[in-house]
């Protein structure tokens, strides 16, 4: 049974930072893509962060230079640092991974969540 398990969130004032991790655990034979989304109230949920294995990185534009994303593959992990808070990242923050699976001969691909963390940014 492969799991995403995130950990990080919190409440913090604005200006300050938090850092998420989201590790994959579980039989599988690679992991891709992983990234961040996240999902505001009353809004659809948007693209944080995501890297590629090969290490091609993808932000957002609300966060660029603010979250930076970065991974261990060793430990099929993906951590998101975070600063420069604002209230608007209030959000329920999700981690998602694309993962390969040896499936008897086949190698299948499946894309998981993560159960989501809530980051609260206060004013």
């Known amino acids: 049974q492969v799991q995403l398990v995130e950990s990080g969130g919190g409440l913090v004032q604005a200006g300050g930072s938090l850092r998420l991790s989201c590790a994959v655990s579980g039989s599988v034979f690679s992991v891709n893509a992983m990234g961040w989304y996240r999902q505001a109230p009353g809004k659809q949920r948007e693209l944080v962060a995501t890297l590629a294995k090969g290490s091609r990185t993808n932000y957002g534009d609300s966060v660029k230079g603010r979250f930076t994303i970065a991974r261990d593959n060793a430990k099929n992990s993906v951590y998101l640092q975070m600063n420069s808070l604002k209230p608007e990242d209030t959000a329920v923050y999700s981690c998602?991974?694309?993962?390969?699976?040896?499936?008897?001969?086949?190698?299948?691909?499946?894309?998981?969540w993560g159960q989501g963390t809530q980051v609260t940014v206060s004013s």
């Open positions: 998602n991974a694309e993962v390969e699976v040896l499936q008897g001969v086949a190698l299948v691909t499946y894309n998981y």
